[in-house]
């Protein structure tokens, strides 16, 4: 299957389509239809394209894995392949999957009175979520705990349930477990409501992906290579010091990150929310990632650890013709699997982008790809833009000017 793909950017979208079928991964190209799309949201006129490519060389947990990725940027597919080319196996885990919501009592008159009485019915609470979740439950999953908090400034009281959705996204059981209990909580606690409703800070949902690069994958000179893995750990090291930078560094990982939530039916502004708070857990937002040189054995070691909030099933994601195509290229994850599958991506993508930056810089590999744009920009057809592309490359004027210039040159031969 490996020569199959080998240079696979520099063939034809037909030939990559063909490839593709030869496997039994298409039989057809497969489009988000009408009346799919009016079941998915309000007053429903077209649908809004994305590019949907797929990232090659990835070994996740010793297995081969084909993953698409729906991004509009250049550069960002093409990075996370040859991120993982270099990174080689990536080893991931994931230890739970659970979403949380909350119940917000306010104007509480005696929180520490109010929080002893909700404790002493903690089980109770239990048994009256499991009653709402029996479907999740003959699944594996349910309400897993429920903790409180209490906020003395505001007079705030906050009822947390923690819930394994199984493979679902589950933010509609969840509310509906919220809401069935929430009467109870108030009549124990002596207090109203302000807030039912799911949390986005996922911290019960933490995926973790490591890998561990020979430095000689980062240049055959083993000087440089050496060079190159120091920077890329100072890199990611001033990434937690400065939040400038750090949104900027784990804004790549998202690029990654994004791009296969989006391909894949989910959440990603659920999933973008629960990262950059988890970012921010010390205080200060930092990176996501670790990246560090260990001289002794001449290796960088990489490592990302975030929340992935994702699902397989339910909602969208089932209904969705291209959301189900690529969750059938990844051989259908468990979403505990796809979680690790993106935090893998979020990897390499952090590495090829830390990497560019200290060596080459950034701009090679975008404005490379970013002269096709231009080239379309300036009106070349399918036979002209590659010819387009090759003379802004060598003249070293990426812009729509020159590519405009060339084009007509051409034209006048």
Known sequence: MDNLFYKFYNKTINERREILKSLNLLSEIKVLENE???LMIENYIQNYQIPLGIAMNFEINNEKILIPMAIEEPSVVAAASNGAKILGNIKTEMIEKAVIGQIVLYDVKN?????????????????????????MIKRGGGPKKIWFEGFEIEKFVTLYLSVDTCDAMGANTINTILEHISQRVCEIAGADYILRIISNNATESIVSAKASIPILR???????????????????????????????????????????????????????????????????????????????????????????????LGGTISIHQIANWSLNLMNNPSSKKLASI???????????????????????????????TLAKQAGANENEIDEVVKKLKSKGKINIDEAKLILDNLRNK
């Open 36 to 38: 799919t799309a009016n």
């Open 111 to 135: 929180v520490k009175l109010s929080l002893e009485r909700l404790k002493q019915h903690q089980q109770e609470f239990i048994e009256m979520a499991k009653e709402k979740s029996q479907n």
């Open 218 to 312: 980062l240049n055959k000179d083993v000087d440089v290579a050496k060079v190159i893995a120091k920077k890329i750990e100072l890199a990611t090291k001033y990434a937690s010091l400065d939040p400038y930078r750090a949104s900027t560094h784990n804004k790549g990982i998202m690029n990654g990150v994004d791009a296969v939530v989006l391909a894949t039916g989910n959440d990603w502004r659920a999933v973008e929310a629960a990262a950059h708070t988890y970012a921010a857990r010390s205080g200060q937002y930092k990176s996501l990632t670790s990246w560090i040189y260990d001289e002794d054995k001449e290796e960088l070691v990489g490592e990302i650890e975030m929340p992935l909030p994702v699902a397989t």
């Open 342 to 372: 993106i935090a893998a991506v979020g990897l390499a993508q952090n590495f090829s982008a830390v990497k560019a930056i200290v060596t080459e810089g950034i701009q090679k590999g975008h404005m490379s790809l970013h002269a096709k």
